[in-house]
């Protein structure tokens, strides 16, 4: 293209190229990111000035799939892109995470970055390329950002790490992790694991951080050579003298709200200081109002810190590895198919398990080749959960990656389609939220799911590690089960789930400039250290695993029939299935195998609709017998129907034993007889013999009625 620049780089064993130059020229920063036959393409753009009335950094990323990219034109009515779904909203918070610490947190200016699917090749993962696209377009802008980063996705086959897996090796793998970082350090870890232990993992994330390395180098030497000059930005800068006049003040109220270690009690403790400091500093607080407070925070969170730090005092008393007191229940709704509540401090968390048809798996519409998902969980968090009044709103990004992170953690222990013919859904209602609500929901999840009376293969908990890290003194304190306070004045939100085996799913956060490997080392080590002792409070639930299903859940069964008799089973227009259906109440899948999945809450009905589907497909041979209906008689014998496909002929010498001199003397029409095939001519036509029952009297076929005697009259 005209204008266009090139530049390579080898990632693993794959060349990938950059271009610019030669697209949106308007954008502050662009470039087209290329491996194989996906092409993404990454615009960065901020807004000439700050927005007012906000304390904090409004930055926007979006990552958008187009299905043109591969070759699918979307569904719907009006046949174009909408909403971004799940997987969309996953790759931008991905892409979000570790580009965030590294902008300043006084730039009030918005802040968009748009990375979009152009092309996609089916063994070339788009987004570790749109992470690295996204770093590439800022560095060449000249937007204020303290990049680079770098993003590789990381697999595990037969002990090996591949970077940017193919989608065979990704299917092959143990472990499915992506990991962002700076040249120094890691920002952000994503994973799903097949319960690795941490020792790998540890390996795994400081494989990915040597490639890491290598794209951070070049983005500098990039931006050496065609990189624009940095914006100069107004930053917010809360006045110097106001900030020294609301210490003197407020420091010594706020050191005594914070010796209460009881959440609530300390925020109604907090609260009483704000209104102390509206009313000390009316005179300014309608102007100052969001200074005053900023301030409040600041003085908060290095009383918080440094009690931490220097003390190992936690807001609410416990020590670095100390886990807030735990409670949990199963089974307390009647009518759902499981349940279960996971109560740690005062973040509690209702899971309830729904099982049900195959069918009912989630259908996928994107970019990837993956079309249903049968195990689906869901995260909602109500305003009332952390106490606040406003109306509830439809999930948003938070909750969507919640969901799909305690999704990713109870995958590895599900059961496969084989041995539980379900389709899975868990939906976490948090009750009450102070840190950690995504972990309670893989406890209370895997709870539910063994009240349901599904055959996880292990129990799975959750735990949120915490990190502070003074730079000045450059002292560190890793934490244990974090709560509310500590994840907003803390540096680390580190998610690690697993069963006592070990990871099956982690998420890692980081607000300052990175972590190292012992910083993650430490973490994870204390991370299983408390996820054992959750589970062992789990396990002591004398109430899971269920042995059966919930009465109310259906019965399943699966079996596998000729793939050439589908067509028999459905009928034209599907008037044979829907019948079955309609005669026995159950719901009916089929799939292009044969495999037939039959459920029902009435289990007499589901076996009903299998004889009806076996009696369908079968293919009659000499010597079978069957319990047959007569639907025929004539001189010479009676038709049987043996299916809904079959019938067959009893002659008249065939009925008993002995000889019949009429065919109603042994059966009406409407009885029920058991017979065997005896042939089946070239026509296919069916002879059929009647199995006499043992102690049938065999002179019931020549009966005659009786004739009274008569006597002559006497005269």
Known sequence: MENSKKWTITVGNKTVTVETGALCSLAHGTCLVSCGDTVIMANVTMAEQPREGIDFFPLGVDFQEKLYSV????????????????????????IDRPLRPLFNKALHNDVAVVVTTLSVDPDVAPEPLGMLASSIALMLSDIPWNGPTGAVQVARVNGKFICNPTAAEDDASDLHLTVSGTSEAVLMVEAGAQEVNEADMVDAIMFAHEEIKKQCEFQINLAKKIGKEKRKVQLHVVDPALEERVRAFATSFIETALKETDTIKRRVEEDKVAAILADNFADIWEESKADITEIANKIKKEIVRDKIINQGIR???????????????????????GSAVFTRGNTQVLNVCT???????????GIDDEEAKRYMHQYNMPPYATGEARQLRAPGRREIG???????????????????????RTVSEVLSSNGSSSMA??????????????????????????????????????????????????DMDFKVAGTEKGITAIQMDIKIAGIDKDIITTALAQAREGRLKILKIMNADTKVPAATVSPYAPKIITFKINPDKIKDVIGSGGKVINKIIEQTGVKIDIEDDGSVFVGGTDAAMVNKAKQIIDGIVIDPEVGQVFDGTVVRIAEFGCFVKLTENWEGMVHISKLACERVNKVEDVVKMGDKIKVKIIKIDD???????????????????????AVKPTTAPTK
């Not at 919640?402 to 899975?424: D, M, Q």
């Open 71 to 94: 070759g699918k034109i979307p569904g719907g009515f009006t046949r174009r892109e909408g909403r971004g779904g799940d997987k969309a909203i996953l790759t931008s918070r991905l």
């Open 315 to 337: 807001p609410d008393g416990r020590g670095t590895k100390d886990i807030r007191p735990i409670w949990v229940a199963t089974g307390m709704l009647p009518r759902t198919h």
């Open 355 to 365: 099982l049900g048809m195959l069918s009912d798996a989630q259908k996928l519409d």
């Open 402 to 424: 919640h969901g799909a992170l305690a999704e990713r953690a109870l995958l590895p222990v599900l059961p496969s389609e084989e041995e539980f013919p379900y389709a899975i």
């Open 441 to 490: 929901s893989v406890c209370g999840s895997s709870l539910s799911l063994m009240n349901a009376g599904v055959p996880i293969k292990a129990a799975v908990a959750g735990i949120a590690m915490g990190l502070i890290k003074d730079t000045a003194s450059g002292k560190v304190a890793v934490l244990t089960d974090i709560q509310g306070t500590e994840d907003f004045y803390g």
């Open 683 to 705: 026509k296919g036509r069916i002879d059929l013999q009647r199995i006499v029952p043992a102690g049938e009297s065999t002179a019931k076929a020549t009966a005659k009625p």
